[in-house]
């Protein structure tokens, strides 16, 4: 009976009935005609939604973590300085990847619930005069706590000192979902996947370059085959893959582009900036706090929560798991067993997420929390209803 | 956006995925051994559901309402007397088919809200002393106000004055939801359809019946073709349709009688009565009333729920409808624009159905219904998570 | 392995993937606008496939059987005479269908193989000075036997005796496949189903009745209720249904008929007649005979072919299915044992006709038919290569 | 039309039903309790495809690609020696994709159109008494050409000298269509990928290592994160991945092992060999030669046939696919222009086998390729009708 149930992960998220149709396609030929006219305006479309005109976007069969190993090895050459600052599972993950590819990272440790720190980039940027820093890595969205950073901000910290370092942003869980602005605010590579934003089954990192990294990567000695942008996008050109494309997926974005662009983009983020508040009113209504430490830094796909004092996450949403056959992110890094999250990207309806809300409630009275039944879900209530217009 | 809210309809119901994936199978040859091979095995278990071992079960291309065609046309003759009660728009309109077939209809007006009168049964069947009666018909489930009928009660009834009448019951809306005993409730001819308890898509009228009413059939003079029982049978025997049968509903039956089987029919039962007991607790702290009059009358698969004075039940449905992508029943018949209804069969979830409490919660505050948000919810929270035991 | 292979039966069709995704949908509300909204379109689209502009469709849950009984039950009653020619199986069952219910059938025999007598309806209409005739039936292609008929010629046959009797028309095998002109033969009554031109499901019976049957309606006092157009009729003007329609289909017509106005119908008939002319040329070259008699009668959607003599047709098809997977048609009534059928409506690729003359060649050798392996396939593909044009 | 026809293309294959079905399922949790329960029976299903009792499989999202890439970089350092012959596409990028990794590779150029050269191989390695070669490298099938080497042989000849090194195969487009022994053959690394014998969509790399190749993964230097068999083994020891799984395409793993072990591995070996034996018999009927240069290295998989002198192989299937809507392998790499392909690997039918000769015999035709129209169809007809059995 669980497949019935929404999940409340910060994805994969739920998937329409319209990109589970669109997936199951029978195969078709990847070398024809067919195939080679319609990547074209894909990949063009995809421009649209990480917002750049000058870019070049690939999409490589794997996860969003192959995606990170593609803008790292195709830009960077082992020894290299990049700068990053770990406040989450998802930078801290970045980091290691960066490390076991010989780059030297120096990392800034920030408070897990705060965002990327432009300041302290910023001072970082200033002191490095002789620019040995070849690259700012920072994560838009941190899945593990909810956090939504200031790209702008740090493209600025980056403008103040001149500092030709180049930008890298993990947008994996933000793209599609919250404002990503690729052009406007500098960003060189920009990492995301098929799994989130674009509510389709995992199995595709989609990355977009600017022109300045596309020219790094002739230069960059990370060795590299799998995820080399240059068989990418030379095959790309002649309208094919350097290996076997998953036709499927690809089959997929496309009308989840359409999706999204019948939308419009501005819409998709509306939307998901008031389904999110239904989540954080509901929290307020608990009594519970944000893993996010103030408002700027909330995200829009996904709430991570502590838990009272004496209590522990997993439990929670174990507990809610077995009893309700409903699934919840649990608490990763730093937040294991103090904080739960509640995923709630992709199209997830105000009516779905109230379910989740009425879910965790029950799972957290189950197991004594200091919660009034009902309380949380009717202050989303209010809050969607106020706030809905006819569809 | 709305295809990912569940409905809230009293049938066709939320459909699972596996049944989907069941009835989503490519054309095979309905006269290729392979299908006359599993037609017999599947009408065998089809009586398993209906509970009876000495019937006979035929499925008809059609809906819920060619069952009703077939079950009066096969076995009664223009003229024929049928006593039937009327307490709901089924019964209404099964009234209405019976007339068009030219039988002679002698109804029992009940308020709107009650079931089978069994003592006005057994009083007309007690002055029927020559007989003249030919069948009673009883709604099982009266789906326009999410009323159950005692169907033993019916028989019970019928014995008392050992009047040879024959019984017949629609369990459109009950079958494989309630307890349904065609055998122990001395049932003749039992009427149901592929998408209410089985959980399939719309088009299968499925009917059971005794050999009291097999034996019937050879001299009802009503006529019939298309519904005919003995051709049916007939083609059935051999492992065939008298026609092309609709081999997509009939793979998905087949796994939708795994589903029951594996679950359970008890359990199935007892999972209804959950679910619908959770809706009935938020009516209650609603401070609304269920048109159903007494608890004995209560419907697991559907809730008719009166909206205050004053209020209009349309506008509240079609508001859901508009504004949150929610479809609940609307009022049929008498209860037009007095009453809505909760649709809770089929494989709804108490998370799903918390999800439709918030709804028609919001819809009825934007209304100013005279109604909190959050309390019926809560009530249903605090029922489900006490009555749910770990899956 | 089998569900690989096509299927060679006249119907139902391989359904093309793009209809199994639109009738692979989710549950929603029959009650809702968005059902009302599409409803009326889809029925005015139905007209332009059935080439009426003043007539009006119908589509019932049910088969194309369930369509006949439609057509009888609301235009005429019992005792009205109505003419019928026999010449194959689905003829015959329609003169079975109407004299249960009552009507007095005047047939007339004609040898399987031949179609709709025009001379001898003629004939006998200008002998039945009174008009006691009240329909003239026609099957417009014969499934049985591969037959299509001259239904213009059969209304000619009418018109010269001014004959007021309305014409009723079998299209099950024949619309969406072959030319048929509803408004311009003069067709009052014109039954389909979903399963075969449509390529979808079985499971809609599709009727179209011209302004002259639906005047009938008010008198005809055949008993009916189900297949009632008066319910159905006020219901879609309601955008709704008299009892729950089977939206999963409804849907899949939707899709249906965008396929069909995207490819043209008359080029949808040029291409069953490229498809059936490919297995035509194959007989041929194997010396086997067709049961249509005469070139003007070969139907595009299915061909029935005589097995020679000493040879019986059942167990060739049962070895073709039992040692190939492969399903044709077997012969029907009089063709029992004489002859097979091939299949080839719907979607049907020339690449895929070919697979099933392999087969049937295979099949034939392995029974010691007087056969050489590959001339039949040979014969059909040169005339595919030679009639098709790059896509 | 095109989605009707089967493609005829190495891979991905045409994918049955079941499997859509089975890859067509709602997102779940991949960090629940279920999705870990059912990782370890599946790893461990696959190691008896694989034919290993003591080895380890890792599954990455990505393309077979992805998984040479596994293989090289978790095993081996920078400036190690391997051993590789190149004789078509795959080996000669997998030669490339080694270099680029910073291996010292010495290439064996062998004519296109035979296989692992053994006895080269036994030459080699006894030269290298002192073991500076770490690993050889062996394509099993050549998809390029058709060709499938004996690794039995290779093993062999590396034992021979006792060479110390390992044995890396790619069995992308053998493994689970011919026999393929790990363990037996003492292979070390075996790759492979979801779309071909196991009839998937593309995106799952599955890689299958002995014990010494583990050990190697300790002292390997070569960088790499996305692919490292320690995060993975790691992960999927605890039953989850280091990052996001492809949830839908484990699904359909699942249904494939299934449908694999229900009908046995050596029956799906056999069922290859009889089809591709059927196209061989066809290639020789029409008087052209496969690129694999004998019998012992015919492919069950994929055939690779020469066009005659003067016609060019690219515009035949550029025709093929223009004007009949069948993808047929194009000529790769040494072979572009001059041969064309045959995939018949996965749930290919005789059936379906059958409509893509004709397909190209009538393509062939159409370019006045010396050709008689049928020949090909009728030669692979007696083939497949002599040795089938009733299914």
């Given amino acids: 009976m669980r497949?019935?149930?929404?999940?409340?992960?910060?994805?994969?998220?739920?998937?329409?009935?319209?990109?589970?149709?669109?997936?199951?396609?029978?195969?078709?030929?990847?070398?024809?005609?067919?195939?080679?006219?319609?990547?074209?305006?894909?990949?063009?479309?995809?421009?649209?939604?990480?917002?750049?005109?000058?870019?070049?976007?690939?999409?490589?069969?794997?996860?969003?973590?192959?995606?990170?190993?593609?803008?790292?090895?195709n830009t960077l050459s082992p020894g290299d300085k990049v700068l990053v600052a770990r406040y989450g599972m998802f930078s801290h993950r970045w980091i290691d990847l960066c490390q076991r590819h010989g780059l030297d990272v120096e990392v800034i440790e920030c408070p897990w619930g705060t965002g990327a720190p432009a300041d302290l980039f910023a001072e970082r940027l200033a002191a490095d005069t002789d620019h040995t820093i070849k690259a700012v890595l920072a994560t838009h969205n941190e899945t593990a706590t909810g956090v939504l950073s200031d790209i702008a901000g740090v493209r600025g910290a980056m403008d103040k000192s001149s500092h030709p370092a180049m930008l890298y942003v993990d947008c994996v869980s933000s793209l599609a979902s919250m404002d990503f602005q690729m052009e406007a605010w500098g960003v060189d590579l920009?990492?995301?996947?098929?799994?989130?934003?674009?509510?389709?089954?995992?199995?595709?990192?989609?990355?977009?370059?600017?022109?300045?990294?596309?020219?790094?990567?002739?230069?960059?000695?990370?060795?590299?085959?799998?995820?080399?942008?240059?068989?990418?996008?030379?095959?790309?050109?002649?309208?094919?893959?350097?290996?076997?494309?998953?036709?499927?997926?690809?089959?997929?974005?496309?009308?989840?582009?359409?999706?999204?662009?019948?939308?419009?983009?501005?819409?998709v983020y509306s939307r998901h900036f008031r389904i999110a508040e239904g989540v954080r009113v509901a929290v307020a209504a608990w009594g519970l706090r944000l893993c996010a430490e103030s408002p700027d830094l909330y995200s829009d796909s996904v709430s991570a929560i502590y838990v009272p004092e004496g209590f522990n996450s997993d439990e929670l949403t174990n507990h809610a798991f077995n009893k309700y056959g409903v699934s919840f992110g649990v608490g990763l890094g730093e937040m294991a067993g103090k904080a739960f999250r509640i995923g709630h990207l992709g199209e997830l309806t105000d009516v779905q997420a109230l379910s989740g809300l009425a879910t965790i409630e029950m799972a957290m009275k189950d197991l004594d929390y200091p919660i009034e039944l009902g309380v949380g879900v009717a202050a989303a209530q209010e809050y969607y209803r106020s706030t809905t217009t006819a569809k």
Wanted: glycine share 10%.
């Fill in 3 to 73: 497949n019935q149930n929404p999940v409340f992960i910060p994805g994969p998220t739920n998937i329409p009935d319209r990109l589970r149709a669109a997936m199951n396609v029978q195969t078709s030929d990847h070398r024809a005609p067919d195939f080679a006219e319609s990547l074209q305006p894909l990949l063009e479309d995809l421009k649209k939604v990480f917002k750049t005109e000058t870019g070049q976007v690939f999409i490589f069969p794997g996860s969003g973590t192959g995606g990170w190993e593609a803008s790292i090895t």
């Fill in 190 to 267: 920009a990492v995301s996947g098929s799994q989130k934003g674009f509510m389709l089954a995992t199995g595709m990192a989609i990355v977009a370059t600017s022109q300045k990294a596309l020219a790094a990567v002739e230069t960059a000695s990370c060795s590299r085959c799998y995820f080399d942008f240059r068989d990418m996008g030379t095959a790309n050109k002649n309208g094919g893959y350097p290996y076997t494309p998953p036709i499927q997926l690809i089959s997929g974005l496309r009308a989840s582009l359409d999706m999204l662009f019948e939308e419009g983009l501005e819409n």
